[in-house]
C-alpha cells in the first residue's frame, strides 16, 4: 500500500493534479498496483485530509511538552524515525498536531515495522497536504542530501 501512496504523490499530488477515484483506481491498476493496496492507499490518505481539515488552529505554535510513545508505537516504528520526528519538532519544522498526524499515518500502514524512509515520506505527504513542505524540504536536503550547507 505504501508504494501506492508514494507513486500518487510523485505523480499526482505533488503536481497538483486530482482526477477523480475511479480514474486513479485504474490507472494505478494499470500500472500494476493490486485493487486492495489502492483502496487502502485512498482510505489512508482521505483519513489525512480529514485529520488535516480538522486541525484548526492546533497547528500554529510548539508546546512545551513532551511525548511518550507506546509500546506498540515504539514496535512499530524505528527508534530512528522517532528520534527524527524528535528533531523536526525541535527545529519548529513540526509542531505537536503534525507530529500526532505523522505518528497516526504511520500507525495506520498495514506493514509491521516502519523505516525512516516511510516516516519522511508520511512527514513530507502531511506536510505538503498542509502547504508548509517547504521548510521541511530544506530540513531533510540539509541533512539527507549529498552536500551539506555551509554554516556562518
Known amino acids: 500500500m505504501f508504494e501506492v ?10 503536481a497538483d ?9 485504474k490507472e494505478l491498476s494499470a500500472a500494476g498496483f493490486d485493487q486492495e493496496d489502492i483502496n487502502g492507499a485512498f482510505d489512508w490518505y482521505s483519513a ?7 486541525a484548526g488552529e492546533s497547528t500554529h ?4 511538552g513532551f511525548r511518550v510513545y507506546t509500546d506498540p508505537e515504539t514496535k512499530k516504528i524505528s527508534s530512528e524515525s522517532l528520534s ?9 519544522v513540526l ?18 515495522e516502519i523505516s525512516i524512509e516511510e516516516v519522511r515520506w508520511i512527514v513530507l505527504m502531511a ?12 530540513v ?9 550547507p555551509t554554516l556562518h
Not at 5 to 14: A, G, I, K, P, S
Not at 17 to 25: G, S
Not at 95 to 100: A, G, I, L, V, W
Open 95 to 112: 509542531n505537536p498536531f503534525q507530529r500526532e498526524l505523522v505518528v497516526d499515518r504511520a500507525m495506520a500502514l498495514p506493514q509491521p
Open 61 to 64: 505554535g510548539h508546546g512545551l
Open 17 to 25: 493534479i486530482r482526477p477523480d477515484q475511479n480514474t486513479l483506481a
Open 5 to 14: 501512496l508514494v507513486y500518487l504523490f510523485e505523480n499526482y499530488f505533488e
Open 84 to 92: 527524527f520526528l524528535m528533531f523536526l519538532e525541535q527545529a519548529q
Open 48 to 54: 489525512l485530509e480529514e485529520m488535516t481539515g480538522q
Open 127 to 138: 506536510l505538503w497536504n498542509q502547504g508548509k513542505a517547504k521548510d521541511y524540504l530544506f
Open 140 to 148: 531533510e536536503d540539509a541533512v539527507f542530501g549529498e552536500s551539506h
